[in-house]
């Protein structure tokens, strides 16, 4: 039977400039992280250190360790193979001085066979940049969105920088390593085709082998929820088919279940085994409807025969340092992905194809996995040695990502069919490659050939051919960001895209993030360090001129500029997935740029670089609920779309209340709410409830839902409408009681209090609140849970609540 070594200890880290100096190396890991680990480098998270460690990445490093003897007469078997997972990324492995071999893609692994070998195991890193620019000296350059060379080396595109993340261009071994020992034959890929036939659940797994006997008789045994069956191989090949009666499907959370099966795999010289494999699947169907109809070009996910309001986020790297993204760490943030009631999650072209650990999450969890290409805002060559580094990249992570249910999309590209069209590509390559080639030709022969139970998509965006604008909203996926660098977020009202693959609004992270990140600075919103941790062009600019429509600009104001402009943020994705959902099936999706952080940034994220949660966050869970109410204006006048995504028809009482801003209800009527599954009713707000100028608004309760969107709600769901931006209404002076118990602060209106919010993390840096955004009526309460506050004595605790909650105010 094969025998797995893992060889994770004993490594250090070399310079070659360094005269034999060494240090420990963690492995799996990069050089950053031993640097820091040994006290070499400051924190480049922290200040304005990241300018302090680019060194690093101009550097070669290397890693050693002693390999033991590899005899087969020592271990009993054959062959013994060297296996990296995963190496970063251009590198010399040499043993004993002898070369093994030179690789140059961080995004495939590596095996060489050392059998009968010992010595010193060095692995010699290249820097990227060494890399990157030799390839771009044989290929020529070409245009992208930032001036790094990331498009040149087969690397993580954003450890060169992003509009959101630092430039540490990192090195080392970033996947396990280990030796493997095995006899006459070894598994070397399982490709399970896993479909449904009328209720049956079908495995058809392709089996390749390696071999050291070539004339020994081989065989393949499969096992699959109680069903057996067993297939000879010929040559190097074999296929088993499996039919498992009455399969429990595997659906998307919110749509059913995620039953999981274990795929056993043997393989047999008579009665030995001498290898095996256990794939967890789940048996479903998937299907992408880019059918034409009178809006356009459609885009529809449809699973198990379901067509689904995708209720996405876009993925990208959880940490710069990858290995320092555990198990536990994806599960920790795909879950909070989860209880915000996202069910798709897009993995971006700039970043990795993601460790196993996360798609193993998503299984359990019930997350679609829409997975990129690993290609970001750049012409990318198609000459060689990219195209082969491109084609083996392609072909191993689409066998090996396959065998997981959650995996509904591949997608050719992010951003570079459209690049190609509006960013001056075009002249600039003067007929160069730029990757065409291989969104429109290689990668869906690839998939086609590989794993032709899920649908492909040349990139994102892109209208389905050239036939359209490759953004074009009426046709395909839609990125919509002019509305961010150019224009204010009501305009995400103005049109109905097919499918919003990607959309945001900046905020800042959270007070105690800061407070971590950049210690001791006085903050401003262009303070030193924060002018470092905002990444994007013009950023700050842009929150400014996004916030000046509904609000006055707060000078000199620190805390109050952070609470509006995570106000806003969570204001202005509302704008957008309140309209689009409201206008399903016409658009059949929203993807949020962006869940997560990879270090402490102001950002379009929804969860920081520390894992705080914004207000976005929170407000997602309203948003991405199976049923939402929204108010809005159309040709008309206004109307109440209630949106129920969920497999019960909607059944319930409608309130709708004309309200002064003092709190007098001007008008109110009570009627019937029908909205059947999985539909959208729309209900004409009578003329005579109409807020009539600023100081009036609506509100809409429904009841019927299990969950509140609003205080207030009585249980049910609450939408509201001011007529108005903000700095136009005169509200009240907000009053309120707080009253503090253990785990949980409640808040009592004596006004109407617009937008309230506990920032937890000002009690203390381990706090959290489970509930963000919320507007009482006067009389109304919310009680707000809170985690790791050790709650002071007497009135201590209540003044400290009070420092910590924010409002909207009236403008001074």
């Known amino acids: 039977m094969l025998r797995a070594t893992p060889l994770t200890e004993g490594w250090i880290l070399r310079h070659p400039d360094d005269t034999g100096a060494a240090l420990p190396a963690a492995v799996p890991g990069c050089v950053h992280t031993d640097l820091l680990a040994a006290g070499l480098i400051p924190d480049p998270f922290l200040g304005r250190n990241e300018a302090d460690v680019a060194w690093v990445g101009r550097r070669e490093w290397t890693y050693e360790r002693h390999l033991s003897s590899a005899s087969p007469h020592g271990s009993g078997h054959e062959r013994t193979d060297l296996v990296f997972d995963g190496l970063d990324t251009a590198a010399e492995i040499t043993l004993d001085g002898e070369p093994l071999g030179r690789v140059r893609n961080m995004h495939r692994s590596y095996r060489f066979d050392v059998t009968g070998r010992q010595g010193c195991l060095a692995v010699r890193f290249d820097s990227a940049y060494t890399e990157a620019e030799a390839v771009r000296a044989l290929v020529g350059e070409r245009p992208g969105a930032y001036a790094e060379p990331y498009a040149h080396i087969r690397k993580m595109a954003c450890s060169f920088g992003w509009d959101w993340g630092p430039t540490l261009v990192t090195a080392g071994i970033w996947r396990p390593v280990r030796l493997e020992s095995w006899s006459t034959a070894r598994i070397d890929r399982v490709r399970p085709l896993v479909t449904v036939e009328e209720g049956t659940g079908v495995v058809e797994a392709h089996i390749e082998v390696e071999r050291t006997r070539p004339e020994a008789e081989l065989a393949v045994e499969a096992r699959v929820g109680g069903v057996r069956a067993r297939a000879a191989v010929d040559g190097t090949t074999g296929v088993v088919r499996l039919r498992v009666p009455d ?93 915000a009631g996202v069910d798709l999650v897009r993995v971006w072209g700039g970043g990795i194809y993601e460790s196993a650990d996360f798609y193993d999450a998503c299984d359990e969890l019930g997350l679609l996995v829409w997975q990129d290409f690993p290609f970001a805002c750049a012409a990318y060559p198609e000459e060689q040695p990219l195209r082969g580094e491109v084609v083996a990249e392609a072909r191993e992570n689409v066998v090996r990502l396959m065998p997981h249910p959650s995996l509904v999309l591949w997608n050719g590209n992010n951003e570079n069919l459209w690049g190609f069209r509006d960013w001056g590509w075009e002249p600039e390559l003067a007929g160069d490659s730029w990757g065409e080639g291989y969104y429109l030709g290689l990668l869906p022969r690839v998939v086609a050939d590989l794993d032709p139970t899920r649908p492909y998509t040349a990139g994102s965006p892109w209208s389905g051919s050239w036939a359209h604008h490759p953004n074009d909203p009426a046709h395909g996926t839609h990125h919509s960001w002019e509305v961010w660098n150019r224009r204010g977020w009501a305009d995400y009202r103005l049109n109905v895209p097919r499918f919003v693959a990607e959309f945001g609004w900046q905020a800042p992270p959270a007070h105690a993030t800061l407070r971590r990140a950049l210690p001791g600075e006085e903050l401003a919103p262009d303070s030193p360090g924060m002018l470092h941790h905002q990444k994007a062009e013009d950023g700050n600019g842009k929150l400014e001129r996004g916030l000046a429509p509904h609000f006055a600009l707060p000078e000199g104001d620190f805390d109050r500029w952070h609470y509006l402009t995570q106000l806003n943020q969570a204001r202005a994705v509302a704008a957008g997935i309140e309209h689009w959902r409201a206008h399903w099936p016409v658009c059949a999706g929203t993807i949020v740029w962006q869940l997560n952080d990879c270090w402490p940034v102001t950002s379009w994220a929804a969860i920081d670089g520390d894992g705080r949660e914004k207000p976005l966050y929170h407000e ?193």
């Not at 429990?248 to 039953?259: C, E, I, V």
């Not at 409608?654 to 309200?659: D, Y």
């Open 620 to 812: 997602l869970k309203r948003l991405y609920a199976d049923r939402l109410l929204t108010l809005g204006e159309r040709e008309g006048g206004l109307v109440l779309a209630a949106v129920n995504q969920s497999a019960a028809p909607w059944a319930g009482e409608l309130t709708l209340r004309r309200m002064s801003v003092a709190g007098e209800v001007v008008a109110a009527t009570h009627t019937d709410l029908r909205a059947a599954a999985r539909t959208v009713a729309d209900v004409r707000v009578p003329p005579e409830l109409v807020p009539d100028g600023p100081k009036e608004f609506l509100v809409a309760d429904a009841s019927g839902s299990p969950r509140s969107s609003e205080g207030g709600g009585g249980g049910g769901l609450r939408a509201l409408y001011f007529p108005v931006p903000d700095r136009d209404i005169p509200y009240p002076r907000p009053e309120f009681d707080v009253s503090v118990a253990p785990g949980a602060v409640t808040v009592t209106a004596r006004t109407l209090v617009r937008d309230l919010l506990l920032q937890a993390d000002r009690l203390d840096p381990s706090a959290r609140a489970d509930t963000g955004l919320v507007t009482l009526l006067p009389g109304e309460r919310v009680t707000i849970g809170v985690d790791g506050w050790r709650i002071p004595g007497g009135q201590e605790a209540a003044e400290a609540v009070r420092a910590a909650l924010y409002c909207v105010e009236p403008a001074r």
């Open 247 to 339: 399969a429990d499907l595997w659906w998307p959370r919110g749509y059913g279940g995620q039953p999981l099966y274990e795929l056993e795999l043997t393989l047999l010289h008579g009665a030995e085994a001498l290898d095996a494999r256990r794939l967890r699947i789940g048996f479903r169907t998937v299907e992408l409807d880019t059918s034409a109809d009178a809006h356009g070009t459609g885009f529809t996910l449809v699973v198990n025969g379901e067509r689904l309001f995708a209720r996405g986020v876009n993925w990208i790297p959880d940490d710069v340092f990858l290995s320092r993204v555990t198990r536990e760490r994806y599960r920790e943030r795909l879950g909070q992905a989860a209880a």
